[in-house]
T-cell receptor
Framework: GEDVEQSLFLSVREGDSSVINCTYT??????LYWYKQEPGAGLQLLTY?????DMKQDQRLTVLLNKKDKHLSLRIADTQTGDSAIYFC?????????????FGQGTTLQVKP | KAGVTQTPRYLIKTRGQQVTLSCSPI?????VSWYQQTPGQGLQFLFE???????NKGNFPGRFSGRQFSNSRSEMNVSTLELGDSALYLC?????????????FGPGTRLTVL
């Protein structure tokens, strides 16, 4: 079935780069998303990548996609304390746009000053 | 452009009661999806509405239902509340067209069942 896995916790120093990893099982995933959730808030869309792309860069964010291994990563350059949050990887499947996203468990990013 | 709005933001109910949550999508978006977020199960898809029709449904009991109005606003209803229904309920809206299905989320409604 459809499954998305993430590591649960990552701690980095302010100014370092953070890399959050995600693996998924559904090979028909067409779009892959990264969302950020701060305490008490909804999900904020950070970026997304289409499955025929290998990489996408958006300011401090770089998304890498290895479709063969079904592995997605989010790199945050120059991580700041304001980046502390939970980061969710999500996939959507097929071309029919079912309106359904499959989410990983979320990775808690802790940024130490 | 205003984002997705959800009302109410917080709700406290007792077991056996029913509750209705509301979601107003981003202007121009015709699809609304609902998700339940709990510490144990994470984010789980409830259902999606497009053009006033339920297009997809997750694996939740029939106590969970929804509807969409002609202005794309959506409501979800949970009847006969159970303690396990305590969760953050998130809705998301999108254009829902081939080539892009990016979903934008609201702030959520925090439901507590006592």
């Amino acid at each position: 079935g459809e499954d998305v896995e993430q590591s649960l916790f990552l701690s980095v120093r302010e100014g370092d780069s953070s890399v959050i990893n995600c693996t998924y099982t559904d090979s028909s995933s067409t779009y892959l998303y990264w969302y950020k959730q701060e305490p008490g808030a909804g999900l904020q869309l950070l970026t997304y990548i289409f499955s025929n792309m290998d990489m996408k860069q958006d300011q401090r964010l770089t998304v890498l996609l290895n479709k063969k291994d079904k592995h997605l990563s989010l790199r945050i350059a120059d991580t700041q304390t304001g980046d502390s949050a939970i980061y969710f990887c999500a996939t959507s499947t097929g071309s029919s746009n079912t309106g359904k996203l499959i989410f990983g468990q979320g990775t808690t990013l802790q940024v130490k000053p | 452009k205003a984002g997705v709005t959800q009302t109410p933001r917080y709700l406290i109910k007792t077991r056996g009661q029913q509750v209705t949550l509301s979601c107003s999508p981003i202007s121009g978006h015709r699809s609304v999806s609902w998700y339940q977020q709990t510490p144990g199960q994470g984010l789980q898809f409830l259902f999606e509405y497009f053009s006033e029709t339920q297009r997809n449904k997750g694996n939740f009991p029939g106590r969970f239902s929804g509807r969409q109005f002609s202005n794309s606003r959506s409501e979800m209803n949970v009847s006969t509340l159970e303690l396990g229904d305590s969760a953050l309920y998130l809705c998301a809206s999108s254009f829902r067209q081939i080539g892009t299905d990016t979903q934008y989320f609201g702030p959520g409604t925090r439901l507590t069942v006592l």
